[in-house]
Structure formats: C-alpha cells, structure tokens
C-alpha cells in the first residue's frame, strides 16, 4: 500500500501534457519581471489590445477577466471609480500607495477578497516601481496634481513620474496596455504649469509607447470633485462666491464615472485605441458663471457673486509661491485661489472640433443637471456631512 502512495506521490508532482501545451501557448505564464533569459524588444505592447486573455466565469467581479492591471494613482478622485468598473468585470487590481494604510481602505470593497491587491511603493525608487508592475499585463497611470508642495514639483508629479513609468512598462515584456490620464488644454503653449507639464508626458510616452492610449479628461464632476464642492461649501460658508476674471471662461465638465468606463472600453477593445488620444468633454459646454449658477440651483440659495479680475487673484495666490519652499512647514492646500489653475482659467477649455471623443469609444456622457451633482443636495443643510447616518444624508425623504 505504501509503494502505491509513494507511485502516485511521484505521478502527481508531474506536470500534465495539457499544462505543458498551455505553456508552450502562452510563454509568459511562469516569466516575471527581471528575468534575463527572455529578450527584449523596442516595445512589448501587444497589438490586440486584451481580448485574447483567458477569461473564466460570467463576467462578474467573481470572474475572472484575465486582466491584472497596476492602476497608479487609484487613491484618488478618479481612481475609485475606475478601480470599481475595473473590479466589477472581474479584473485583479494592483494599488500602488505612498501614504498611509487608511488611504486604500475604501477600495478594498470593490471586490472578491484578493482581487484588490494594495501594494506599499515609492515613486521615486525605481525598483519600488517595478516590483508593483512585475505581474501586471495592463498599466494605467492617473498620478497627476494640480498644486505644487515642498516635495514635488509640477514637472515631477505631471512628467518624470509618467515618463519613467512607460520606459519601466516598455521594458517589463508582458504589458499589453499601457493608458495614460492626461488634461484636457493640455498643450506646450498653455499658461499652466501643470498642463506644460502633461503635454510634454503625453509627448514623452508616445515617443516610448508608440502604441499607448492617452485619455484627456475635462474637469471632472462627481461626490468627492473638487469644483463644485468647493463652490458650494465656500458659498454656504461666506454667503458668496468669487468668480475669477469676470465668469466667462468656457469648460466642458464631464462626470467622472463617464471618465472611467472610456477607460475601461479602451482597455476591452480589440486594439482600435491603441496609439490614439482621446478628448472626454461633457455633452454640455459651460462658461464658470453658468455653471456656478446650476450648483446654486442644486442648493437652493439666492446667487450672490464677486468677480476677482485675473490680476487681484494672482496677486492673492502668490504669497503660497513665494513661501512654499522658504518656510520649515507643509502650506495649506490652495482651494479657489490656486496660481496655475487661475493661469488655466485665462483661456477656454474645451474639445477639438478633429478630436476623438466619447463617441468614438461608443459611449454617451451624462449631462452636468440631474444624477451627477445629486450630491450637492446635501449642502441644502449645511455640508455633505449633514445628518448622524450616510442614509439620512442621501435619503429623499430627508430633502427640504
């Protein structure tokens, strides 16, 4: 009896035929990052977008869609939506952190257990930075700022970091997609820094990727955005609302979620996105006048404005520059009065007339009234955190 046990012992260490047909199918399958038996070429990006991944089960976040991409970025405004769309389909997704362990804690939830997988990283160490990638087959970077601090720059956050982040994937030889988060206005001529700064990434990692997806999202509104809850906590809070230069500087807002699931259509195409920049404005071109005045009628106050020409609003943010590198302590976050996004203000930014847009994705964007500044209801009581329970804050019956 015991011979038996011992033959069938060595029997099952063996590896089946089928097993090794599958891996003569897909060579990569027991390769990771680092190996040097295996070559490299000038990209490594597959040319059939993921479509031809293994997939398993129903579609659901239970399934398994035989995507595991490393979603730089994902503990910010835009990356919980698309950690969740991306965990939804049953995609296995690699959070990068540089803070602390509550800042991942809420994407967790999005899926099966081992599905969101947060991983401690350095962005300014490069093995940090490959160690993150090693077993991804996708890469999507949303790292970006629109403020600078005494750590980093515009230039590193918005260029050097996407930049290293295409040589890494180009040199990893298994990533099969690799999307880029740029700006809308994003241009070498814009006055703003921080949009320098992503036209020249989007530049960089054409040159590095030629087959890289670039997305160049308008100003994003959502629950946690940062436009229209800063207007309508500022307004509840002083009874006003500054309108820089005189409220007539044209935007496309778009919802964020709508940012997200051009993403991942992208990402599920067969390919035909692959070298391609895309421009995701709302359906709706609004100037910032006309647009402060939807977030007053979503509160139900009377609109009281103060229009801060161009100059005095420089001259207001410009004490945060001078000091932000000469005192020993961290600045405050600029909120209205931020420098380079009263640069930006200085001229309209809206889609191209040529550009590729939401519709060629096949997708139709939500229009700014109704389901996507639902949110700014909560402030008809005094702020979004209004009421002892999330349900008596988002209930209608609670609504005045």
Known sequence: MQAISRRLGHQSVRPS?????????????????????????????????????VRKGTGGRSSVSGIVATVFGATGFLGRYLVQQ????????????????DSHRHLKL???LGQ???????????NSIKAVMAKANVVINLIGREYETRNYSFEEVNLQMAEQLAMIANEHGGIMRFIQVSCLGASPTSPSRMLKAKAAAEEAILRELPEATIMKPAVMIGTEDRILNTWAHFAKKYSFLPLIGDGSTKIQPVYVADVASAIVTALKDDGTSMGKVYELGGPE??????????M????REWPH????????????????EILLNKVPFPLPTPTLFNLDTINALTTDTVVSKDALTFEDLGLVPHKVKGYPIEFLISYRKGGPNYGSTVSERISPESYP
């Open 17 to 53: 035929p089928a097993i090794e047909s599958l891996k003569s199918i897909f060579p990569h399958s027991d390769h990771y990052y680092g190996a040097e038996h295996h070559p490299r070429y000038g990209s490594t990006l597959a040319t059939k977008g993921v479509g031809h991944l």
């Open 86 to 101: 991306l965990a939804k389909m049953g995609s296995q997704v690699l959070v990068p952190f540089r803070g602390s362990e």
């Open 110 to 112: 999005m899926g099966d």
């Open 116 to 126: 969101i997988v947060p991983m401690k990283y350095n962005p300014r160490d490069e």
């Open 285 to 294: 071109v609004y100037t910032m006048q006309e647009l402060a005045e939807v």
């Open 296 to 299: 007053y009628e979503m509160i």
């Open 305 to 320: 404005y103060v229009k801060v020409p161009f100059p005095i609003a420089k001259a207001i943010s410009m004490p945060r």
